[in-house]
């Protein structure tokens, strides 16, 4: 388990167009039952016309005791929604044991979250990007 993954993550793909800023913030806790690191970091975009506010959250769990497939499974499944920003998911095939692709649309923004699943090792990446702009009532 990273004992910093802000500093151990290798975003080779996100690096290409985002920088990252100097006020990531990293965590750790560990448990006899689950380890758990995380990582937060404000994104620079490089074109300098992208005015659009980004974050990033990586997330590792470990889970040491219990089998985390029945919840990962329940997480992953579609959602639907009356109310409340519009949730797609989608089964990403070929990563892991399962994963999932989920896009939060909340009208100022959206958050893109990418989740995989392999033995008791739980990964996650959440981009959130806050345009600004709002979005009328209906």
Known sequence: MSG??????????????????????HGEHRHRA?????????LIAKRADDPVSRT?????????VTDPRA????????VETTTGPKIVKT???????RAYFEVIDYGSGAVVIL?????????SLDLTADTGRTVPSQ
């Open 4 to 25: 910093n993954l802000c500093a151990d993550a290798e975003m080779a793909a996100v690096s290409v167009v985002y920088d990252r800023s100097d006020d990531s913030t």
């Open 34 to 42: 689950m380890d758990v690191a995380e990582c937060n970091a404000s």
């Open 56 to 64: 990033l959250t990586i997330r590792l769990k470990l889970h040491k």
């Open 71 to 78: 919840e990962f499974e329940a997480n992953g499944e579609a």
């Open 91 to 97: 089964p990403v095939e070929g990563l892991g044991e």
């Open 115 to 123: 989740m995989a699943l392999d033995g008791g090792a739980e990964f």
